[in-house]
């Protein structure tokens, strides 16, 4: 039961360097989303989906591109890496609400450790 | 925009009860969400309240008042295990069946023997 996988768990870059976290779910999930998390600050919304082939911006989108072209992978991007994307990185699934008092709780991938020096 | 607020750190003893206050304001709202998160691991879902007054779920509880923008996680019994980091998050529904969740700073709890 592998829920929400994250590849890879940790990385480092190089200022400029380019690089794609992919992030897979098996539970059918239609939403998904891209959070990172930063000391004091908490978790913040990079981009988000709410099915195959359609993303959105969160709070703090700038500087990273995502694709959903298969249902099951949020891929998330970064094209020119810079030190503020130091981070740890999270993706998460949740179902499509079907009612609005329904529980649609997100599942969490595991995380990745990032570090642009 | 939107406001999330929570003590940034909270100590208490083991065997105790410890409630965790949260105060939003945002816009969308539909639920309000607790989530605990182990140090170096993924935030995993405790409780939730669309409706206002108390959730009960074993040694934990969670109150909300949609008027006051206001909720709280309380957790009884408290073990050594409890300490982490508890996590508010606001569900907020957008056109076209569109959801994501807003997330408070977090709390970070530590139970002491």
């Known amino acids: 039961n592998a829920g929400v996988t994250q590849t890879p768990k940790f990385r480092v870059l190089k200022t400029g360097q380019s690089m794609t976290l992919l992030c897979a779910q098996d539970m059918n999930h239609e939403y998904m989303y891209w959070y990172r998390q930063d000391p004091g600050m908490g978790l913040r919304l990079i981009h988000y989906s709410v099915g195959e082939g359609t993303t959105a911006k969160g709070e703090v989108p700038d500087g990273y591109n995502v694709s959903r072209l298969k249902k099951q992978n949020f891929l998330l991007g970064l094209e020119s890496a810079a030190p503020s994307q130091t981070s740890v990185y999270f993706c998460a699934s949740s179902p499509r609400r079907q009612a609005d008092y329904m529980n649609t709780e997100a599942f969490f991938g595991q995380g990745t450790r990032l570090t642009v020096v | 925009g939107q406001n999330i607020d929570q003590p940034t750190e909270m100590t208490a003893t083991e065997g105790a009860i410890v409630q965790i206050n949260c105060t939003y304001q945002t816009s969308g709202f539909n639920g309000l969400f607790w989530y605990q998160q182990h140090a170096g691991e993924a935030p995993t879902f405790l409780s939730y309240?669309?409706?206002?007054g108390l959730e009960e779920k074993g040694r934990f509880s969670s109150f909300l008042s949609r008027s006051k923008g206001y909720s709280y996680l309380l957790l009884k019994e408290l073990q050594m295990k409890d300490s982490a980091s508890y996590l508010c998050a606001v569900r907020r529904f957008s056109d076209n069946y569109g959801q994501n969740f807003v997330f408070g700073p977090g709390t970070r709890l530590s139970v002491l023997p």
């Open positions: 309240n669309v409706l206002d």
